[in-house]
């Protein structure tokens, strides 16, 4: 079984600092759970927090609260449709987060963390 965050539509809760990194928690993020006997469910995992390793944030963090119109992410130049949950990328990671009231901010890190998804939090949802 894994789990797939996608995450364009996921809910941003905060996005704050701690030393050189940037913490970006989604209270709702968008996630496609695989299970390998009956396909996939698609539904929200509740209270994720990726972890942005040595990054620079361009735009304002308190700004960043809502809904995520789209979100661009990249790792070493390549485009990531989405992250398996745990992850561990190490390399550029280029973060641009574009929210439903017109914020827009980019992070730029050194690698980016999560940890593996507590399967509790997840709600399997049709609207997804």
Known sequence: MSVHLILPSSEVSRLWSNGPHWLLQLSAATAQLQLAETGSVWGHLNGVTLTFRDARLEGDAELAIGTLAECELHLNGQPLRHLDMPCELNGRVVCTL??????????????????????????ESMAC
Do not use: C, I, M, Y
């Open 98 to 123: 574009g929210f439903h009231n017109g914020t827009e901010l980019q992070l730029v890190a050194t690698g980016l963390s999560s940890p593996r998804a507590d399967l509790d939090r997840f709600r």
